[in-house]
């Protein structure tokens, strides 16, 4: 098939995204490589971007067969979308003297991504360098998870923060609003988690595996709302890809707006993506979002100690009930 030239390669107003190939993944072609990194782009949407030529590896413009090696650097070339505009930005709950905890709204996205550039937390951060100064985040929330960012101040925050979650001596606590009356004694689950084989039509889903990822969350019930909905207080112990969103999808408590892990159809998940959010979405997700929330978040201290910051559940959670 004719490559055809690029709309977005060398374009001002594009953006680019760059991927260093790992020596495992030395000699994949590179729409295998890609759809790898990318999870969320089907094949054929990774095939349409290389043909339009908005694929390179240095001035080499790529081809769908073309092989990738070790230490290459692949850059993905696009024209952003207008972005969905931002109903509320961050807002902070506590500063240390090189930390800050910021509480993040519930359609807000952490980092730069496909459809977010622009509106996103780090971006905010980097445009008020005198409140945020050398601002690092040492954690990431989903966009729809509204709640506690943890916001390292320096290099040396960075890494010491960065360290106390890598050896589990972060403790979170989250909300979940899920469907059904949670049961009042509390679920522990150790359901294994990892991604289908062969890719379902969600192709970041996680689902159970005997051969997945050890993962391990507690689920205590806060407080039964009605027969259909309860609100649910999680510790994860682990910190696996959708850990608390799956595992109680798997439970059979999915939360309340979750398009990926909830009971709405695949389907509507892909008429999502394409389309956006419409009201007759809106009526099969049960919410305009996934109704997750990082509700408490604790972390030792130089001096010993250990801090803790809590954020309330936000308005859209009221609205069902909580309180």
Not at 1 to 25: L, Q
Not at 172 to 189: I, Q, R, S, T, W
Not at 307 to 316: F, L, T, V
Request: glycine share 8%.
């Amino acid at each position: 098939m004719k490559e055809r030239v690029s709309s977005a390669r060398g374009d001002p107003g594009a953006i680019t995204r760059t991927f260093i190939v790992d020596g495992n993944e030395a000699g994949l072609r590179l729409d295998q490589f890609l759809c790898a990194r990318i999870q969320r782009l089907s094949r054929n949407r990774v095939q349409t971007l290389i043909r339009r030529g908005e694929v390179d590896r240095g001035e080499e413009v790529m081809k769908v067969s073309s092989r990738v090696a070790e230490g290459d650097q692949i850059r993905l070339w696009r024209i952003p979308p207008p972005e969905p505009k931002v109903a509320a930005w961050p807002k902070v709950l506590a500063r240390g003297d090189d930390w800050i905890a910021l509480d993040k709204p519930g359609d807000l996205t952490v980092h730069p991504s496909a459809r977010y550039f622009h509106h996103t937390v780090t971006a905010w951060m980097n445009q008020q360098p005198e409140r945020f100064p050398d601002a690092r985040l040492v954690h990431r929330l989903d966009r729809e998870t509204s709640g506690i960012l943890l916001v390292a101040l320096g290099p040396a925050a960075d890494r010491r923060l960065g360290q106390a979650f890598a050896k589990r001596q972060v403790e979170k606590e989250y909300l979940a609003l899920v469907e059904g009356a949670f049961p009042a004694a509390g679920v522990d689950c150790d359901l294994a988690l990892g991604p289908a084989v062969p890719p379902g039509v969600i192709r970041i889903k996680q689902v159970h595996r005997k051969d997945g990822d050890p993962s391990r969350t507690r689920f205590r019930l806060e407080q039964a709302i009605d027969q259909n909905l309860s609100l649910v207080r999680c510790f994860p112990e682990t910190g696996r890809m959708h850990q608390i969103r799956a595992h109680l999808s798997l439970l059979g408590f999915p939360i309340v707006g979750d398009k990926i892990y909830g009971s709405a159809p695949d389907d509507d998940y892909d008429r999502f993506v394409a389309e956006g959010l419409s009201d007759d979405l809106i009526v099969s997700f049960g919410a305009p979002r996934q109704l997750l929330h990082a509700a408490a978040l604790s972390f030792p201290t130089p001096e010993g100690g250990r801090q803790r910051i809590e954020a309330k559940p936000p308005e859209d959670f009221l609205c069902f009930g909580v309180s």
